[in-house]
């Protein structure tokens, strides 16, 4: 595990309340340190904002991609943002935060509710709102078309919440139970138990073995990040093109053949803000890893540099044993 200097207290953001997955991300990087405060947030970006402004805070634990359904968008963005943000007059951005980390959590995904139900009962209700974080949806999707098809008189409606712990407290602490309109959430057991609700249906992900994928952020610093052990590090690299030039992206791409060094994943966002009014264009997320000890670094990055339009590293971090578990 990665850590800061021992004995010294440190604060982790996560994605609350207590019983997300995030919560459970950070413990498992941080939890068998008696001097770690973990502190919740309401949202994603906050995470993010809170890392770079708070002094108080040392790290920052996010949610980055599903094995199911994919890119964490919200994370993404916020990447993509705080490079263009930091563009002008440049072609490497340093950004104020780097990856230090990464963890993999099992997601396992129960239909929780605020009273004890029979799952056979649901078809009585004539509108069942189901509460849980957007990232969700695509990896229920067929366990929720099938419970349509078993209520076929009930209106079942999908609801996005900050989070799926905050799911399960909607439906304990706000909403209240009508005879016709019924309140669930989608989150994990431990959410569940942390509000004292009920699980109707367990492991309803339409994938078992779903897992998703977190980052662990920190201040950029002088200090070298402490790697975990592993063979393979890797590093997480965003860029841009450089659009009037057809051969740009490919350009980026073949110095990957030039030295040994693998993409393990590659996908991209639209650039959205700059430059100011284009459509079309993208922002590039490549991840490598190189497993020798011969590795020109700097004469790679500086082919890097010389394709790209914009280029930002944000981090080399060692590959966590539960990646193939
Ligand atoms: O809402 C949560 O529990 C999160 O931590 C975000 C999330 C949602 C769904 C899968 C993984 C992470």
């Not at 649901?122 to 974080?133: C, E, P, T």
């Amino acid at each position: 595990m990665t850590v800061a200097s021992s004995g010294q207290p440190i604060a982790v953001l996560f994605l609350g309340p207590e019983g997300t997955y995030s919560h459970q991300a950070a413990l498992q990087q941080f939890g068998d340190q008696s001097n770690t405060k973990f502190v919740a947030t309401d949202s994603i970006p906050e995470c993010l904002e809170r890392l770079e402004n708070d002094c108080n805070i040392d790290y920052a634990v996010v949610p980055f991609e599903n094995s199911t359904n994919g890119q964490v968008i919200f994370t993404y963005d916020l990447l993509r943002d705080r490079m263009v943000r930091q563009s002008e007059g440049v072609n490497r951005v340093v950004p104020e935060l780097e990856v230090l980390d990464e963890q993999y959590v099992s997601v396992t995904h129960c239909l929780v509710a605020s009273s004890a139900l029979d799952l056979e009962s649901l078809s009585k209700y004539k509108r069942i709102k189901i509460y849980s974080h957007p990232q969700v949806w695509g990896q229920v999707d067929k366990y929720l078309q099938n419970l349509q098809y078993r209520c076929p008189g009930t209106v079942i409606e999908r609801l996005d919440t900050p989070s799926t712990s905050d799911a399960v407290k909607r439906t304990v602490q706000v909403e209240s139970q009508s005879g016709e309109i019924l309140s669930l959430a989608i989150a994990s057991n431990t959410a569940a138990k942390v509000y004292n609700a009920h699980i109707i249906d367990q492991a309803i992900n339409d994938k078992q073995g779903n897992t998703t994928r977190f980052l662990v952020f920190r201040k950029r610093c002088a200090t070298a990040v402490q790697l975990r052990d592993s063979r393979t590090k890797v590093s997480l690299l965003t860029f841009t093109i450089k659009h009037d030039d057809p051969r740009s992206l490919v350009d980026v791409l073949a110095t990957f053949k030039n030295y040994p060094v693998n993409i393990c994943s590659m996908s991209s966002r639209p650039l959205r803000e700059e430059p100011k009014g284009k459509k079309w264009q993208y922002i590039y997320f490549l991840e490598y890893y190189c497993e020798s000890n011969e590795m020109e670094w700097d004469a790679f990055y500086r082919e890097i540099s010389g394709s790209c339009s914009l280029w930002c590293l944000w981090g080399t971090f060692a590959r966590n044993g539960l990646y193939y578990s």
